[in-house]
C-alpha cells in the first residue's frame, strides 16, 4: 500500500465552526453568526472567512456553552442564549456584549425577536418563556404553561400574540396583553421540535419527532388584532417528510412561498 498521505502536512487548524448547531444569518451585514461551544463565530459567507468571536468573560467562573442565536431584524445586534440560562446581545460590528439578562434556571432553547426587535422572547430548558424588553434592557414578564422543554417561538404581530412549542408534544397562544394562554393544540404524536410563521403571519407550521409536518391556518385577517374565531391557530392538513428523524428546524423563505425542512439526521 502507497501511504499518498505521508505527503501531505497540516498548515493551519479552524477550531470549532459549530458546536450546539445554533446558526442566526444577518443579511444586513452577510454576517453568519454560529454557536461554537462558549464562543459566538462570525463569519464571512462569501469569503469563508472568520470575522472575529464573540467571547463572554466570567470573571473566575467557566464560561458557558452558547445554545441560541437570534439575529436582530435591523442588523448588528444578536441575541445569545447560553447553558447556564442567560442572554446576551451582542453588537456584531464591535463584538462588545451591550448586556447579560438573567432569568432562566436551565439552559436557553429558543429565542425570537418580534419584528420590529424592540421584544426578544426567550424558551428555556426549565418549560418557562421569558418575554425581554430590547430598549430597556429588562424583562417584561414570564410565561408559564409547558411540562416540557421549549423547543420554538413566533410571534403573531397583529393580535400581539406570542405561539410556543415545547417537548411536551403542545402548541400554545399566548395574549401578551393580558399574559395567559388563550389557546392550546394537540396535533403531533410526539414532541413538537420546530415552528415558524410565514412573512404575512396567515400560516404557522410544526415540526416534531413523528413523519409529519402541521400547517395551521392564522384567524388574524381583519388586521384589527380582534381574533376573527375563538382559536387563533385553525388546522389546515399536515405535509409528510421523506426523512424519518425529528424535524430539528423549519423556516419559511423571505416570500413565504418556500418552507425548508432540516431534520436531527443527515437530511
Known sequence: MVKAYLRYEHSASFGVITAAGALAYDPQTQLLAAAALEDVALWNVKQGTLVRKLTATASGQATAEVTQLAAYPRGKLLAAGYSDGTVRLWDAATGVCDVSLSGHKAPVSALRFNRSGSQLASGSQDTDVILWDVVAQAGLFRLRGHHGQVTGLAFLEAGNRLVSCAKDGYLKVWELSTQHCSQTVVGHRGEVWALDVDVAQQRVVTGSSDADLRVFTVHDSDGTGASTSYSTLVGAGSV???????????????????????SAGRA
Open 240 to 262: 409528510q417528510r421523506v426523512a424519518s428523524e425529528r424535524a430539528a428546524a423549519v423556516k419559511y423563505d423571505a416570500g413565504g412561498a418556500l418552507l425548508g425542512v432540516q
